[in-house]
Nanobody
Framework: QVQLVESGGGLVQPGGSLRLSCAAS????????WDWYRQAPGKQREVVAS???????AYVDSVKGRFTISRDNAKNTVYLQMNGLKPEDTAVYYC?????????WGKGTLVTVSS
């Protein structure tokens, strides 16, 4: 079992920044890849960023150059630094990983970008 708890969401003005955290616990030693997804109102959930155990990262085009995913193995935590936020970034952000073919999700944290 893997437990994921997101934090760091909130209300921010356009152009502002937030850092999301995903604290992981449980059987996480063999997990390779961690992801951040988001789901905006009325839209499908989409992957935003991914990071492997080796530090390789990938981003959806809409956030490249603005968002940075990172991980702190000592703290079992994955981060998503979000800069230059836009209203279209408004969504619930979810942490995700998989182990042994089973996917695990956190409950999400709401990010609202509005003036």
């Amino acid at each position: 079992q893997v437990q994921l708890v997101e934090s760091g969401g909130g209300l921010v003005q356009p152009g502002g920044s937030l850092r999301l955290s995903c604290a992981a616990s449980g059987s996480i030693f063999t997990i390779n890849t961690w992801d951040w997804y988001r789901q905006a109102p009325g839209k499908q959930r989409e992957v935003v960023a991914s990071i492997t155990s080796g530090g390789l990262t990938a981003y959806v085009d809409s956030v490249k150059g603005r968002f940075t995913i990172s991980r702190d193995n000592a703290k079992n935590t994955v981060y998503l630094q979000m800069n230059g936020l836009k209203p279209e970034d408004t969504a619930v952000y979810y942490c995700h990983t998989a182990r042994g073919g089973v996917g695990y999700w956190g409950k999400g944290t709401l990010v609202t970008v509005s003036s």
